[in-house]
């Protein structure tokens, strides 16, 4: 069974700071990860979506690696902004054909 | 393109009624999903369409949940004899031709669900 570990479950950052959120999967054969973002009460928006063919994608200020072997995905804001302040949460495929499975997430506040 | 989009956003029902969610997505994806968000966690599985074909459904999907997608088009998700244990934050989302392949989740707002 796919178990998807983020940590930490909360962060608080001055704004401008880089910062790394974190997320561990205990079975490596995944075909990809992805990143999501999720404000307060609304559904989740698609950040990056890495394939386990690659080891990194970028997307503006937003940088994502997957290390497969290890069980791991980074993701790396940097110059953080108020506006990035949000709930994060990786997801793997798992199990079925469709099926994928989310972290927890990492609750994110950028303190301006 | 006016993305995934669910009604009701929020529901407030009582213990042991009957309700329905509906969900409509981004018109050419092809591929449906209903996931379940509890406070404080991570959306969970709980059912996967193709067209109008359910392919997937999670053992946390119970008799008084059905789901159906009749025309490949919108989705509706009904719930009934509602528990407590149901108030939840119901996703929908939809692609293309689906994770597997590589292809982004789109994800609605959500339908906030309280049973009281």
């Known amino acids: 069974k796919q178990e998807v570990t983020q940590i930490p479950a909360a962060l608080s950052v001055p704004e401008g700071e880089n910062l790394v959120l974190n997320c561990s999967f205990t079975d490596s054969a995944i075909y990809n990860l992805q990143w999501f973002r999720q404000d307060p009460g609304k559904g989740l928006t698609s950040l990056l979506l890495i394939q386990s063919s690659q080891r990194e994608q970028t997307s503006g200020r937003l940088n994502a690696s997957l290390d497969k072997s290890s069980g791991r995905s980074t993701l790396y804001i940097a110059a953080s902004q108020p506006g990035d302040s949000a709930t994060y949460l990786c997801?793997?495929?798992?199990?079925?054909?469709?099926?994928?499975?989310f972290g927890t997430g990492t609750k994110l506040q950028v303190i301006p | 393109d006016t993305g995934v989009s669910q009604d009701p956003r929020h529901k407030i029902t009582k213990r042991g009624q009957n309700v329905t969610f509906r969900c409509d997505p981004i018109s050419e994806h092809n591929r449906l999903y209903w996931y379940r968000q509890t406070l404080g966690q991570g959306p969970e599985f709980l059912t996967y369409?193709?067209?109008?074909?359910?392919?997937?459904k999670s053992r946390l999907l119970s008799d008084r949940f059905s789901a159906e997608r009749p025309k490949g088009s919108f989705s509706t998700l009904e719930i009934q004899r509602t528990e407590q244990g149901d108030s939840a934050m119901y996703l929908c989302?939809?692609?293309?031709?689906?994770?597997?392949?590589?292809?982004?989740?789109?994800f609605g707002s959500g339908t906030q669900l309280s049973v009281l």
């Open positions: 997801a793997v495929p798992s199990g079925g054909y469709q099926k994928v499975t």
């Open positions: 989302a939809s692609s293309f031709r689906g994770f597997s392949t590589n292809e982004k989740l789109f």
């Open positions: 369409f193709q067209n109008e074909a359910q392919l997937e």
